[in-house]
């Protein structure tokens, strides 16, 4: 006998480790076999799982098995990212609770080992929680970022495409933490709101100058006229004054084309060395923004840079790895010497020579950014160049604006991130990026939903040279060696680099290894083909799986992974690595807002797999996961898929009461009553509809098509349909019955189980004797199976009994009464129809007696169904008067709430204010409460006519 009940906390672990153990995650070995596979974006080695990877992962594995199902040699190929920073920082963390050396005292060598030691203990436990999801990957194949062969690929990447003139070292600006004191990526930085200041600023014109500054309205007229010798700055970061180039003012705007090559000052630092720098052009200011006059300083901003490189301004480093001002280098009287001579049309000296430069003038050297900040205003303000407004009582103020800014954060650090300009390894990703274009262009990858293309476009052709060096210990270190002269040497091991540095310069060199490693998105851009063995001789699994069949990812690392595996993999393995790629979208809470926990609104999964089970958590995540639509999340909605579950449950238990048993021989196309064939004909629909929501990455139209089937397809009528004939007298129609209410449960349970993995498998095994697991059982194959004539009669009869059902709710027919049903000018199918499933009709819609006439009896209700009238007799069943005042005072506090919402959402105040989730809820109210109106008015209307 079966449980009564489905118990996921008991089961599901049973289930996933027999899974394992029978090898049913691994690739078919069938050389005839199709071969579908996926590489897992790795997770960090550091992760937990949150609701991002649930969504993710188990999309993935609705694919996974869908295809295994289909007879491929499947491979979902797992692994995790080492994750330099978020690792590094994990044990450096750890050492300081336990009260151990830090990292810099115990040294490289010995910190690299405990991180090691720590990842063997501790590191990957999300791969343990991906199981406890049902993610059905060939854990037999598990990488790991920094493992033997994976590194190996590494090296090879990087010497290649070094020997090729693709990956560089040089200066440039990169987001700097100071904290951790690295490099970073743009998707490690976090851009937070916060309150800030702007302050208005006067630099001085040179020699004397000056000028008569206009301002004009739109018509031409002069609104303000006044003579200046100065030029007014606004900024957000007054401590980077010290290192300006140049101001820039846009071409076009007259009000400073007086000044165009003219020299000003910075209002900063001793008045005997004050530096000068020139007034320029370029398109980069906005004249309608501010004084319309831009400071350029080209080291410390990253539109500065752009604009420094293109008019050759000099760059000048103010801060050391810790963004405090600098004190290195020669007095400041000595390097703004060097700097006025560079702006008086002096040569401009090499990149490494300006960055010896130091222009922090002696007072503020070693300060912090934000003190030196602070020094600098007051200093500003004190000389009488901050620039002033008058106040309401008529005093001289200076003008400082209170704003939002947006401030770059370390996602991990929580410091302000600092531009930096230092020395890093690049790759001159433009040459990469051309064929990865031009891929997605000819179609040789799609994208899903086709609109992230133009995002995938947008970054693409504007790529920048790739920053790949971190300052860290933990990762792949550049293959990068030094001798005393500082040449480089790269290759694949040091000895090799030793090799090359004594046919350059004999015996006798010695070599220091590059401190940097890198960045972990350069290991990460292999994975398709570093996962499956190259650049080891595995030519077999290569040309198998590579390319992969799909990339299941989301939008925010188009950039940083996917385009990323697309130039790596086209430059390496001359063939995108991936067909389709689904971006997914991201999961919200039920209010639509994003997850935080600030908002504390974040949801655990593995606190809903454990209340839930793991199967309602993934159908309630895949069917939602509509293309181009936010996922909202709430319990109240996996509660709902945890109650499909029972559902699917108490059926299969039915089906055993009724001895619905598996036959062996059966066949389909044999049956000859109209309900079986009529299930058998909507279970191919549903399988159709399936296979094109999945084939079409379209994940809620599939979950949805199972849903309705197995729900109110299967379980509300067929078995309802099939009572009459189990428990019936007709042996031959009995045995027909359960054999195909057997058969069809078992494709429910081969439709389902892509979605609901856990409870379908221990159906499986409960409800027959298989020779198999679910999870490797062959698709449904139910071609052939479609019957018009019987889906046309049996959704008649289901219409009929809803019909019958919706009159008497609306008419509040108590629900044991037997009423008889009369069907005026029924023709002569509806007719036969009525006689041949009287019984059912009778049994499903609690009728007396079912009869035509040619008018409608008295005191009826009715509805049309074709080309006949449905009438219930009502008279002696229900107290019609009383009926009738019952719906008009639910009538009377419908208006009452529609009106006070229709006058709540007409009001623009509330609108504007409120919440958007709050007005969607309002107006959803209100959507609600008039379709309850419209029902009620139409069993009024019924009820008057009686």
């Known amino acids: 006998m079966m449980d009564k009940t489905f118990n996921p906390q008991d089961a599901e672990t049973r289930i996933y480790e027999a899974w394992e153990r029978s090898g049913a995650f691994q690739p078919k070995d069938d050389d005839n076999a199709e071969a579908f596979s996926i590489v897992i974006p790795p997770p960090n080695v550091t992760g937990r799982l949150h609701i991002g990877h649930a969504l993710n992962n188990t999309l993935q594995d609705v694919l996974v098995r869908y295809k295994r199902m289909l007879g491929c040699s499947v491979l979902w190929q797992p692994g995790t990212d080492h994750a330099g920073i978020a690792t590094q920082m994990v044990v450096e963390r750890q050492l300081a609770e336990e009260g151990n050396m830090s990292r810099r005292e115990m040294g490289r060598e010995a910190f690299i080992d405990r991180v090691w030691e720590w990842k063997a203990e501790s590191g990957g436990a999300i791969l343990q929680q991906l199981r406890r999801l049902g993610a059905s990957c060939d854990w037999s194949r598990e990488r790991f970022t920094l493992d033997e062969g994976l590194s190996k690929a590494v090296l090879k990447v990087f010497v290649e495409l070094y020997e090729q003139g693709l990956i560089y070292r040089g200066k440039r600006l990169v987001n700097w933490d100071p904290k951790f004191e690295t490099a970073i990526s743009d998707l490690e930085v976090e851009n937070v709101e916060v309150d800030g200041h702007m302050w208005h600023f006067k630099y001085p014109l040179a020699d004397g100058r000056s000028y008569t500054y206009v301002e004009k309205d739109g018509d ?48 900063v630092g001793p008045k005997e060395h004050r530096r000068l720098i020139p007034i320029i052009t370029d398109e980069y200011p906005d004249p309608e923004f501010g004084s319309g006059a831009v400071k350029i300083t080209g080291a410390h901003d990253f539109n500065d840079y752009e604009v420094a490189k293109r008019n050759n301004i000099p760059l000048y480093r103010l801060m050391d790895m810790q963004a405090a001002l600098r004190t290195d280098g020669a007095p400041y009287a000595d390097c703004a010497a060097r700097a006025m001579a560079i702006a008086k049309g002096g040569a401009l000296p090499s990149e490494a020579e300006v960055d010896d430069i130091n222009l922090v003038p002696d007072e503020y050297r070693g300060l912090d950014r934000f003190e030196a900040r602070k020094k600098i205003v007051e200093a500003i303000t004190a000389e009488g160049l901050a620039v002033t407004v008058t106040d309401e009582e008529g005093n001289q103020v200076p003008l400082v604006e209170n704003k939002k800014i947006q401030q770059p954060f370390g996602d991990r650090s929580h410091v302000v991130i600092e531009p930096m300009l230092t020395d890093q390894w690049f790759v001159n990703a433009d040459v990469l990026a051309k064929d990865a274009i031009a891929a997605v262009e000819d179609g040789r990858t799609t994208f899903h939903p086709k609109t992230w293309e133009k995002t995938y476009f947008e970054w693409m052709r504007n790529i920048q040279p790739w920053c790949i060096s971190r300052q860290l210990w933990w990762g792949h270190r550049v293959p990068a060696w030094y001798d005393a002269d500082g040449d480089v040497y790269v290759a694949m091991s040091e000895a090799a680099a030793l090799d090359q540095a004594r046919k350059a310069k004999g015996d006798g060199v010695a070599l220091t290894q590059d401190e940097d490693v890198l960045d972990t998105w350069f290991s990460s851009a292999l994975w398709p083909f570093s996962t499956l063995g190259w650049p080891d001789d595995t030519p077999e699994i290569v040309e198998k799986f590579y390319p992969t069949s799909v990339l299941i990812t989301a939008f925010d690392i188009i950039f940083f992974w996917v385009a990323r595996m697309m130039m790596q993999g086209l430059h390496f393995m001359d063939r995108a690595p991936f067909k389709d790629v689904y971006i997914h979208a991201l999961v919200r809470d039920e209010q639509g807002q994003k997850m935080s926990k600030s908002k504390g609104n974040v949801i655990d999964p593995l606190e809903i797999v454990e209340e839930y089970g793991a199967d309602a958590l993934r159908f309630s995540l895949a069917a939602q996961a509509g293309q181009g639509r936010d996922i909202r999340m709430s319990r109240e909605r996996v509660e709902g898929y945890r109650n499909f579950s029972t559902k699917l449950w108490n059926a299969a238990r039915f089906c055993e009461m009724n001895e619905c048993r598996p036959v062996a021989d059966f066949d389909p196309k044999s049956v000859t009553r109209t309900v079986n064939k009529w299930i058998l004909s909507e279970a191919a629909g549903a399988v159709k509809a399936i296979e094109a929501g999945l084939d079409g990455f ?47 449960l078992d494709q429910a349970l081969k439709m389902l189980h892509p979605f609901m993995p856990f409870v379908t498998e221990e159906l499986w095994q409960q409800t027959g004797e298989r020779g198999t697991q679910l999870i490797v059982a062959d698709w449904p194959q139910l071609g052939g199976l479609e019957d018009e004539a ?58 007396a007696d079912i009869g035509v006439a040619d008018s409608v009896p008295p005191a009826s209700a009715q509805s049309v169904l074709g080309e006949a009238t449905l009438a219930l007799p009502l008279e002696g069943v229900i107290d019609f008067d009383a009926e009738r005042e019952r719906i008009a005072r639910e009538l009377a506090k419908l208006d009452g709430e529609i009106g006070r919402l229709e006058k709540k959402l007409g009001n623009e105040k509330f609108v504007a204010n409120a919440p958007a989730e709050v007005v969607a809820e309002q107006r959803a109210k209100l959507a609600d409460y008039t379709a309850q109106k419209a029902k009620m008015a139409e069993a009024l209307e019924r009820l008057q006519g009686i």
């Open 790 to 847: 019987a889906t046309a009669e049996m959704s008649w009869l289901i219409d009929l009994v809803t019909d019958i059902r919706r009159l008497r709710a609306e008419m509040n027919v108590p629900a044991g009464a037997r009423i008889p049903l009369v069907a005026v000018g029924a023709g002569a199918e509806t007719a036969a129809r009525l006689e041949r499933h009287e019984a059912l009709i009778s049994r499903m819609a609690r009728l």
């Open 220 to 267: 031409g007229n002069i609104v303000f006229e006044e003579e200046r010798d100065w030029i007014s700055i606004a900024t957000t970061r007054p401590e980077t004054m010290l290192g300006d180039g140049a101001v820039a003012v846009h071409p076009d705007d007259e009000r400073y084309k007086s000044l165009v090559g003219a020299l000003c000052e910075i209002p």
């Open 698 to 744: 379209r994940f809620n139209d599939a979950a949805a098509a199972a849903y309705k089937f197995v729900w109110n397809v299967f379980c509300d009528w067929h078995l309802e349909f099939a009572k009459p004939l189990l428990q019936g007298e007709d042996e031959a129609a009995k045995a027909e019955t359960r054999a195909t209410t057997a058969f069809v």
